[in-house]
Structure formats: structure tokens, C-alpha cells
């Protein structure tokens, strides 16, 4: 039965995606429960109530779900166990077994492999000496992320290869590679690693499908976007992608959702190469960053989308009303602390301002984005930039290199 408007909607997790999710959700009629250790996360003015607690307090997943007619995340890092407590109480969308499978990369890489989904060259390390091994296999160039944690780049280094395979030795040879290995294997603390091949990418992309718990699908038109330093800088929405391609990612995301049987939302993130093969790079069960433009895009927002689908009420419409772009505001641009002059962006026309409500700013931190739409999504790219540019002239800072 679809939980109707005037119940309550629980999310483990308060961040900017909880926030945005309330909202969302507060429009349709719901009350809004959330859990999340930060006493000030982004998500607390909007809610109707906020659990103060860790993301692996059982216990205290259990006492949102009991409160709630149904429980949602925004965010990966909460316990599983505290998915299984809280099932008891109310339905979890997604579920536990869902979340176990993608927030470990090892686990989630090795289940696409064996279920025939699409990936680049892989190796789980637990030590040091498999790290070299894989990177000797692999050729040298490869990205090293940890099995568990990190987000927007953290826990995610390069090695670059740079040292010769061969035996020669010395400093640009299997000792220096070695060394490289061991030095990066330390900064990630030691722990289980998945070494992924490092590819020669024409593009990033993403694609956003919603099922419902009685098995109605939504998928979104892909995503284009771009990353700096392993964080995602702009995003395009449609992405001006080949009518080929756009083919085969939606298909990707469609057959991911109905075998992994997602209740709710799933982000297939992935790399199209320079020979047209398109491989999955991660998997994310909740509202995306890239999809931050569905909000002046689509008919149906992807935070309106997900409050549908985890309440069994029907899909909106995925329809792209107008092209889109969003270009991310990091803490850099907040100098000595103080907020940029958001009115020199405003004064561009199709410019929206969208703040996270996050009381610290710090470089690398995502404090909010610009939105701009446009006749093509290039042109709504070239708006946002130009947004931004008039920002950082107006706070002194030296334009982005974007």
C-alpha cells in the first residue's frame, strides 16, 4: 500500500541530500524524521524532529524507524545492522542487503563482475605486496581507492606508474615502484583496497533510475559531468551524449535496479572510453550530486522522485523540461570565512542560488551550487560559469580554472 501524505518519512543521514530530501518531502505533506551525529547538520530547520546520534548506533535506528512509517538514507556510512533494527519498526528503503553491497568497493565491484555487469580491470589488496603485484599487472597507471569510506576523492589516491617494471632497480626502477606502493598503501590506512586500472576516458557520466516498491521504474536521461581533483565540478542534464550511448547507460541502470531490486533511487556512475566501450565506475542507492540540476530540469526533481518511490506513490514524470547545468560551490570561495557576494552571481539571468545551510566552510567542502538553465545545456554551462566568474571577481579570488 503507498504511504500517503501526512505520514512520516525517517532518513538516516541530515547532510545536504537529507535536507534537500525533507524539503521535498515536507511539500508533498510528510512529517520528516532524521538521524545524523552532526547537531547542526544541514538537515535540522527542516525537520520535525532530529536523532542525535552516530551512524552505527543501532539503537538509535530502531527508535527513528518506530517512529516512522518508513525509513530512507542520503548517505552510505550508517551500519547495516542499524538498517536490519530499524526494519522492524517501519520499512527500510533500500535495504540492508542493498547497502551492504555498495558500500564496500570490493564487495560491489566483484558483484558486478560476476553478475555480467560491465567494469575496467580490477584487484582487491589487502596488503601492500598485492598492491604491487596488481599495479605490475595493470601496467603501471592506476587509481587505488579504500573498500570502505571516502567520498569526494578522500580515500582515493593515484599511483602513477611513473617507475619502470622492469628489474633494473634504482630509482626509477621496481624499487622505486615499490616504494610508491608502500607509501600509498600506508596513507590509506592499511586497509583493503580495490585497484582499478587507470582508462583513457572521453567522458563521465551518470544515470538516475527510480523503482518503486511494487516495481514501477523511472529513469533519468544521463548526466555529463566533470570533476576536478576527484570532486564533481559541473554537471550537465540532458548530457550531450550520443543517442548510442544514452541507449546503453539507461539500459545499464535499468537492469541494475531490477536485479538488485532497489526500493528507491540508484546512481550508476560511469566512464564512456575513448573507444566507446561505457564500464560502471560505482553505484550510489540515494539522491545524487549530479543530479542536483533534475530540480530546474525535470518535471520531477530527483528529491521529489525518491520521497515517491520509497512511499510507493506513483513516478513523476522524468521529462526534461529545460536543459540545465550546475556548477558546485566548495568552502574555497568562502575567503577568511566571510560569504561570498552571491548577488553578482544572481544578477546573470536562468542563475539560481542553492545553499546546504552548513555553518563551517572549508576548502574542498561542498557548501552549495549555482544552477542555470539555457536553451541548450551548453549554453546553461556557460551561464553558471559566467555566474561564477562575476562571484570570484567580486570576492577577489582568482577565477577557477573550470
Given at each position: 500500500m503507498p504511504i500517503?501524505?501526512?505520514?512520516?518519512?525517517?532518513i538516516l543521514g541530515g547532510g545536504q541530500l537529507g535536507r534537500m530530501t525533507a524539503l521535498a518531502?515536507?511539500?508533498?505533506?510528510?512529517?520528516?524524521?532524521?538521524?545524523?551525529p552532526d547537531p547542526d547538520c544541514p538537515a535540522r530547520s527542516v525537520l520535525d524532529r532530529c536523532i542525535v546520534a552516530s551512524f552505527d548506533d543501532v539503537a538509535q535506528a530502531a527508535e527513528l524507524a518506530s517512529q516512522c512509517d518508513v525509513v530512507t538514507l542520503e548517505i552510505e556510512k550508517v551500519a547495516t545492522?542499524?538498517?536490519?533494527?530499524?526494519?522492524?519498526?517501519?520499512?527500510?528503503?533500500?535495504?540492508?542487503?542493498?547497502?551492504?553491497?555498495?558500500?564496500?568497493?570490493?564487495?560491489?565491484?566483484?558483484?558486478?563482475?560476476?553478475?555480467?555487469?560491465?567494469?575496467?580491470?580490477?584487484?582487491?589488496?589487502?596488503?601492500?605486496?598485492?598492491?604491487?603485484?596488481?599495479?605490475?599487472?595493470?601496467?603501471?597507471?592506476?587509481?587505488?581507492?579504500?573498500?570502505?569510506?571516502?567520498?569526494?576523492?578522500?580515500?582515493q589516491l593515484r599511483l602513477s606508474g611513473d617507475a619502470r617494471l622492469d628489474d633494473?632497480?634504482?630509482?626509477?626502477?621496481?624499487?622505486?615502484?615499490?616504494?610508491?606502493?608502500?607509501?600509498l598503501f600506508a596513507s590509506l590506512g592499511g586497509q583493503r583496497c580495490v585497484v582499478e586500472q587507470a582508462l583513457d576516458l572521453e567522458a563521465e557520466l551518470s544515470v538516475l533510475v527510480a523503482r518503486s516498491p511494487s516495481g514501477k521504474l523511472a529513469v533519468y536521461p544521463p548526466a555529463l559531468n566533470h570533476h576536478v581533483d576527484?570532486?564533481?565540478?559541473?554537471?550537465?542534464?540532458?548530457?550531450?551524449?550520443?543517442?548510442?550511448?544514452?541507449?546503453?547507460?539507461?539500459?545499464?541502470?535499468?537492469?541494475?535496479?531490477?536485479?538488485?531490486?532497489?526500493?528507491?533511487?540508484?546512481?550508476?556512475?560511469?566512464?564512456?572510453?575513448?573507444?566507446?566501450?561505457?564500464?560502471?565506475?560505482?553505484?550510489?542507492?540515494?539522491?545524487?550530486?549530479?543530479?542536483?540540476?533534475?530540480?530546474?530540469?525535470?518535471?520531477t526533481s530527483q528529491f521529489e522522485q525518491a520521497v515517491r518511490a520509497v512511499c510507493d506513490l506513483p513516478l513523476g514524470s522524468v521529462e526534461i523540461v529545460r536543459p540545465a547545468a550546475i556548477l558546485n560551490l566548495l568552502g574555497d570561495v568562502w575567503l577568511d570565512g566571510a560569504p561570498p557576494p552571491f548577488e553578482a552571481a544572481l544578477e546573470i539571468p536562468g542563475v539560481r542560488l542553492h545553499l546546504y545551510g552548513k555553518r563551517v566552510a572549508r576548502p574542498g567542502r561542498k557548501m552549495g551550487h549555482l544552477s542555470a538553465t539555457g536553451r541548450t545545456p551548453e549554453e546553461a554551462l556557460v551561464a553558471a560559469k559566467l555566474a561564477m566568474a562575476r562571484l570570484s571577481a567580486q570576492a577577489g579570488l582568482p577565477l577557477p580554472g573550470r
Open positions: 500517503a501524505p501526512g505520514s512520516t518519512l525517517g518531502a515536507r511539500t508533498l505533506g510528510y512529517k520528516v524524521h532524521a538521524l545524523d545492522d542499524g538498517l536490519v533494527a530499524a526494519a522492524r519498526f517501519a520499512p527500510v528503503r533500500p535495504s540492508a542487503d542493498v547497502l551492504a553491497m555498495v558500500q564496500d568497493r570490493g564487495v560491489q565491484k566483484g558483484w558486478l563482475s560476476r553478475n555480467g555487469f560491465p567494469v575496467g580491470p580490477f584487484r582487491e589488496v589487502a596488503t601492500s605486496e598485492q598492491l604491487l603485484e596488481a599495479t605490475r599487472a595493470m601496467g603501471g597507471a592506476c587509481f587505488v581507492k579504500s573498500c570502505v569510506g571516502g567520498y569526494d576523492g578522500r580515500g633494473g632497480g634504482g630509482a626509477g626502477g621496481t624499487g622505486g615502484l615499490e616504494r610508491e606502493a608502500a607509501s576527484q570532486i564533481l565540478d559541473w554537471s550537465l542534464l540532458p548530457g550531450p551524449l550520443s543517442a548510442a550511448v544514452t541507449g546503453q547507460a539507461v539500459q545499464i541502470a535499468l537492469d541494475l535496479a531490477v536485479g538488485l531490486r532497489v526500493e528507491g533511487l540508484l546512481v550508476v556512475e560511469l566512464f564512456l572510453l575513448k573507444d566507446g566501450r561505457l564500464l560502471i565506475n560505482e553505484l550510489a542507492p540515494r539522491p545524487h550530486n549530479s543530479y542536483h540540476a533534475s530540480e530546474v530540469a525535470c518535471a
